[in-house]
């Protein structure tokens, strides 16, 4: 290994990377290489290569010390994609002896190793540039805005309920009900409202997004799953890409009103408004007993694509109540992943390839549930992630998700 990461780092090599690629002098750094072998089944989320503070480093680079029989079929395909692209600009196949070498700032990801004959095995590593200018920090996006709007004071009262009324079910709008929650949530800060839609709206709902389901060819629970990734599943009108990939990828309900728009897309988005109105804002506090705080709001409604989208662990800088009502789950899905997962913020933020993987286990994990409101407290030294839905899911994850920042916290609501 000694001897290969020499020539790796030769003078030969970064001569040759100099002239093709016109950089300046590149600096060898072969202690911060790593060797990585991504097991059967195997595969990892989009990364940076290195941290992102690190505003010298230049290059990236892998090397495949695959099985010199590998092909595309065997999986492991390494992608590339640009900082804040939710989509891969490339797709490499991982052959034996093969460099890729690619900007710094890219994300890079590993498809599922689809043969059970021997791992995907590759070295990465970085080279650096003495001096070079700092790239602009990326702008986070954020949401479309909702009802910002807050009449202090104001309770949850019988006008509010009779906004509800037509699509959320009775019982969970009678005050006795609204009362039991509130107390169960003080003790665990946390609670599911099962059957949450009325029936009749729920099942026109579903009806909608499993429709969009069949017609992307989507497997049904049993069928054979395709073993490609397509990154284009789903998206057209009435539906927005969200990344970028090294923190989350998943698709977003618009509004369109173009003739091809989507059904689901405008039932879900439908949705998405009446759970940012003032009224369904009064009734999670009169839930949940905790008061939110005068900060926009705006719920998106989401669909997770099996073997494509997920959100990765992230605090938030304030104490946060998420409101997720679930359209999508069930016994069928108990391995399948997509689960919401809160855990302890981790001592290190870096989830660079060179970092490994050293994230705490979750301390909570919410598998889906169709027709199921979650409500969960969390404050800023909690993690929150939507876990990748494996490929072959009957189905997408569907949902409308609502975070809702909160006054301070007492001490006793953060314990």
């Known amino acids: 290994m000694a001897g290969l990461l020499a020539s790796l780092y030769g003078e030969e090599l970064r001569g040759f990377l100099r002239e093709r690629l016109g950089c300046g002098p590149l600096m060898a750094e072969p202690e911060r290489s ?56 490339s797709m490499v196949v991982p052959r034996f002896n093969s460099l890729l070498v690619y900007a710094a700032s890219a994300n890079i990801a590993a498809t599922r190793v689809l043969t059970d004959r021997a791992p995907q095995l590759a070295i990465h590593g970085i080279f650096q540039e003495e001096a070079v200018p700092a790239a602009p920090p990326g702008a986070e996006a954020t949401g479309a805005g909702g009802c910002t709007e807050k009449d202090l004071g104001h309770a949850f009262d019988k006008a ?33 409202l099962r059957g ?22 989507l497997p049904r629970d049993g069928e054979a799953a395709a073993t490609w990734q397509d990154h ?57 007993g905790v008061q939110r705080a005068m900060a926009p709001v705006s719920a998106e409604a989401r669909r997770f694509r099996p073997g494509l989208d997920y959100v990765r662990r992230e605090c938030a800088s304030a104490p946060r109540l998420d409101a997720v009502l679930c359209l999508s789950g069930g016994k069928g899905w108990r391995q399948r992943g ?17 970092a490994g ?9 919410l ?23 494996a490929q072959g899911s009957p189905g997408s994850r569907w949902d409308v998700a609502l975070s809702l920042e909160l006054e301070a916290l007492s001490e006793e609501e953060e314990e």
């Open 34 to 89: 790593l060797l990585v072998a991504v097991p059967p089944r195997g595969f990892w989320l989009p990364r940076g290569t290195i941290a992102g503070s690190d505003g010298r480093a230049r290059l990236g680079f892998a090397l495949f010390l695959t099985e010199d029989w590998w092909q595309e079929a065997d999986g492991g395909l390494l992608e590339v994609y640009a900082a804040d692209a939710a989509k891969p600009d």
């Open 160 to 192: 509010d309920r009779e906004k509800l009324q037509p699509w959320v079910a009775a019982a969970h709008l009678a005050a006795r009900r609204i009362r039991t929650t509130q107390k169960r949530f003080a003790r665990t800060s946390r609670a599911r």
């Open 196 to 217: 949450f839609l009325r029936p009749e709206a729920a099942a026109e709902l579903i009806e909608f997004l499993q429709r969009r389901d069949r017609a992307d060819g």
């Open 232 to 288: 284009d599943l789903g998206c057209g009108t009435g539906w927005d890409l969200v990344g970028p990939a090294h923190s989350r990828r998943y698709l977003r309900a618009v509004r369109a009103t173009a003739p091809d728009a989507c059904p689901a897309s405008a039932a879900l988005h439908e949705v998405a408004a009446r759970m940012e109105s003032p009224a369904f804002l009064r009734y999670l506090e009169a839930l949940t």
């Open 338 to 354: 997509s689960a919401d997962a809160y855990a302890e913020a981790p001592a290190d933020s870096d989830t660079s390839i060179m």
């Open 357 to 365: 993987n050293r994230l705490p286990p979750p301390l909570l994990r």
């Open 367 to 389: 598998r889906p549930a169709r027709n199921v409101l979650r409500l969960v407290l969390r404050d800023t030294r909690t993690a929150h992630c939507v876990e990748p839905l």
